[in-house]
């Protein structure tokens, strides 16, 4: 037999003066169940609390109802309350008398009848909820970071730090990102390397962290907690347990005319490399799309020179299989093609360049040494032109946004730029400078003031090369009122920041939502950045969004945080409402399987005792259902239905308004 | 700004006060009418909300059930598409409800009495304005009358 209690707040005066609430309590104490009805000027506070609580115990109440404010405010606090009575916390509901009755009606009378009936309604709903306990769901104390950016670099470092175990996955040669490529970074003009490097290392070497690089993740099952990766580690053909780095082969390999990536394609490397010496792992790889003997099956060079036997053109790719119960994403970003640019020379002249092909120029250990030389003719450029805004917030290439970093590279860029060519010219095309972070705006004064940057307020219209080997750039300078035209040497574009490619596919592997623009969603774009709808798994660094390396680092430590949270305890609590399958009704049809956006309704097969199969029927995983009820909609044979907001419940919800 | 208030005065002109409800998802919607709460917006007292997890939640049958049990309308409601708290529950819905209303004229239920919306869990003002709009259209298109829904009278 029900026994129904029921206790109207009145807020102080936010529902009190707009709704009668004791002639609330009174038409709900004459609802059929309800045992006790009372109204006080604040349930939520101490004494309000121990009014429910004793309640619950003298008049030994089945279920509860609070008419206060949205559940979304205190569901919580009312639930644990009636749990430390005793009294299952899923036993009680709220009726929202707040913020849809009282706040948003002013007719007393019209606002009291509509409280009446939306408490009647969750009357009704409380005498059909069940009891229900939350789930509980082991963990694995593992993380698995995917990118070896400074995000992931920064991420696996807190997690192991924290004394739990990291697998950080990269798939170029070596971690590092691109922060290994900078020369130097703003605000500080810290050589980007000597800061990196040490973190590198200490990945490397950290008994917490087994790094795998030159590897990709290539199937993921499983749900928080609990999840099985597939990982592929590429075939190197070096064994590195007998390489010790001494480059003996990359000296002899007779493929050198392969573009490097790390160099921005500025010059070359060959098929048995190592991306740059800091590299870590300091090991090379051969690049078997390039190289000879792996094509063609002649030459083995490498293999000839190499002192320790280490090459071994037989290598295979390996598949591993690891659990863990989190995952960081930190596959970080690329630059966009300017070669849709076609006033800017559609990628084709040579010394329009972008950003990281000018870091490469400007860092010491570049293809350059350090020294200004332009890629055509490689001569010291004499007139720089930097041009921002390159395909961000332009509607007409698909990026409305800004990319965030360019403004404060573009200022750093033009400031090295005068430091290697005192007497060089450096003239930066702008629409807006944005140099937000710490210390940022200062430092864009700097470039200015002390090094002499020329900011020019307006855009770019075209840029062409003229017979005597010039680039023309014309532009105009909007706060002058006219249309300038500059004889430059070389010209950089901060090109817009971009997911790296790839990205989707690892989202869609891990069940992470992207938007129009690649970068992958986060769960609440102000109070859960790090978090994604995939539960367990976390994002960090600007795969999620542009951003610049402090901002990269404070997101990869809030996931460590996230993740150590997670971790902290044995097993993983769940709120239960979750979807149940009636195995008697089920027909197998699978249309919920294909409707779950979470894979957690699996096929189970029930057998007899000696094996034979009986029937196949849905089952949904406890510890990965979310509870949105999409499968129970869409079952065609009435056989699943969810906790919590069963089909009974709803429809006696529906025949209370009537 | 007003706060433009359609009450049981104009509804009283109509004749009968419309009693509408609203099935809504718990993440925009419900969020949504929360944020109108909290700015003190004023809508008509008619709508009552029912809350669930997930527009994909609704069973076609919830709608029927509403119009055979007196409702004069019904709301669904829930996130904008590509923001379903549940990734794919409002695509599901989209495409049930597609179907659906094409049936509702079927059973003899006019499918004007039907709306669907997005609303998310900033759009407190759309939640308050969609209220005040669908009261009024109801208001004005008559009651409904379950037990013989083909004699209602007609839309003005």
């Known amino acids: 037999m029900a026994r129904i209690g029921v206790f109207l707040c009145h807020c102080g005066e936010n529902i009190g003066r707009t709704v009668d609430c004791a002639a609330v309590a009174a038409a709900a104490l004459k609802l059929p169940g309800v045992v006790h009805a009372v109204d006080y000027k604040y349930m939520c506070s101490d004494p309000g609390q121990q009014m429910i609580k004793q309640a619950i115990a003298e008049k030994k109440l089945t279920g509860v109802v609070v008419g206060a404010c949205s559940p979304r405010m205190h569901e919580p606090t009312f639930r644990r309350a009636a749990a430390e009575a005793g009294l299952n916390p899923y036993l009680l509901e709220m009726a929202n008398l707040r913020e849809h009755c009282s706040w948003v009606h002013d007719d007393r009378a019209a606002a009291t009848a509509k409280a009446i009936d939306l408490v009647r309604v969750m009357v009704e709903k409380v005498k059909l909820n069940r009891g229900l306990y939350p789930i509980r769901v082991p963990i694995e104390p593992t993380a698995l970071v995917v990118g070896g950016g400074i995000a992931g670099i920064q991420a696996a470092l807190d997690i192991a730090n924290g004394g739990k175990k990291v697998i950080l996955v990269e798939r170029s040669p070596s971690i590092g990102g691109h922060m290994a490529r900078l020369s130097e970074t703003f605000p500080t003009l810290d050589c980007s390397q000597c800061i990196l490097t040490p973190r590198m290392v200490e990945v490397a070497s950290h008994p917490n962290i087994t790094l795998m690089t030159y590897a990709e993740v290539e199937a993921v099952e499983g749900f928080v907690g609990n999840f099985d990766v597939t990982i592929r580690r590429k075939a190197r053909y070096v064994d590195w347990s007998k390489c010790t780095g001494c480059g003996d082969c990359w000296g002899k390999c007779p493929a050198k005319k392969i573009p490097s990536e790390f160099d921005a394609k500025l010059c070359n490397r060959t098929a048995i490399y190592r991306p740059f010496p800091q590299a870590v792992p300091n090991k090379p790889v051969i690049d078997r799309e390039n190289c000879i003997m792996l094509t063609k099956g002649k030459c083995g060079a490498c293999a000839k020179v190499c002192q320790r036997g280490a090459i071994n053109f037989k290598d295979e790719d390996q598949l591993v299989k690891v659990k863990v119960g989190a995952v960081v994403l930190a596959t970080g970003f690329e630059l966009w093609d300017h070669s849709a640019y076609g006033e800017y020379g559609a990628g084709k002249l040579g010394d329009v360049i972008d950003g990281f092909q000018f870091e490469r120029i400007a860092s010491a250990s570049g293809p350059t040494g350090g020294e200004m030389r332009r890629p055509s003719d490689g001569t010291e450029p004499k007139t720089v032109v930097f041009i921002q805004c390159c395909g961000s917030r332009d509607e007409k290439v698909g990026k409305a946004y800004c990319s965030k970093i360019c403004c404060m590279y573009t200022a750093k860029h033009g400031m090295l730029y005068k430091h290697k060519v005192h007497d060089g010219r450096a003239i930066v095309f702008y629409m807006d400078v944005r140099a937000t972070g710490k210390g940022y705006e200062e430092f864009v004064r700097r470039a200015v003031e002390a090094d002499g940057v020329e900011y020019v307020r307006g855009r770019v219209s075209r840029i062409y090369r003229r017979s005597d080997g010039k680039l023309i750039v014309r532009g105009a300078d909007t706060l002058a009122g006219r249309p300038v035209t500059i004889e430059a040497d070389m010209v950089v574009l901060a090109d817009a920041v971009i997911p790296r490619s790839g990205a989707e596919k690892v989202a869609q592997l891990f069940g992470v939502g992207y938007d129009t623009d690649g970068f992958y969603s986060e769960a609440h774009p102000k109070l859960r950045p790090v978090e994604t709808a995939a539960a367990g798994v976390f994002l960090a660094g600007a795969c999620q969004a542009p951003k610049d390396i402090p901002d990269a680092v404070a997101q990869a430590s809030a996931c460590a945080a996230k993740v150590l949270g997670l971790f902290s305890k044995p097993e993983l609590e769940r709120e239960p409402i979750i979807a149940r399958v009636n195995e008697n009704t089920c027909v197998h049809c699978r249309a919920c399987i294909q409707a779950c956006p979470y894979g957690a309704i699996e096929d189970h097969e029930i057998r007899d005792r000696k094996g034979h199969l009986i029937k196949t029927v849905a089952r949904v995983n406890e510890g990965l259902c979310q509870g949105c009820g999409t499968c129970v909609a869409i079952c065609r044979s009435n056989s699943i239905d969810l906790d919590g907001f069963t089909d009974e419940q709803v429809f006696s919800e529906i025949s209370t308004l009537e | ?156």
Do not use: Q
Not at chain 2, 117 to 130: N, Q, R
């Open chain 2, 1 to 156: 700004m007003a706060h433009t208030e359609t009450k049981t005065t104009e509804t009283a002109a109509a004749g009968y006060s419309p009693r509408i409800v609203a099935f809504v998802c718990n993440w925009c919607t419900y969020a949504g009418a929360d944020l109108a709460g909290t700015s003190r917006m004023l809508y008509p007292p008619n709508v009552r909300i029912v809350k669930l997890p997930c527009t994909g939640r609704i069973d076609p049958l919830f709608i029927l059930k509403a119009f055979e049990g007196g409702a004069d309308a019904v709301l669904v409601s829930g996130c904008h598409p590509g923001d379903c708290h549940y990734t794919s529950g409002n695509y599901h819905a989209r495409r049930r409800w597609s179907i659906f209303r094409r049936l509702l004229d079927l059973t003899g239920i006019d499918e004007r009495r039907l709306f669907f919306s997005w609303v998310s869990a900033a759009e407190g003002t759309k939640f308050a304005e969609l209220i005040r709009d669908v009261t009024a259209k109801v208001a004005a298109s008559g009651a409904f009358d379950p037990a013989n829904p083909a004699r209602r009278r007609p839309w003005k």
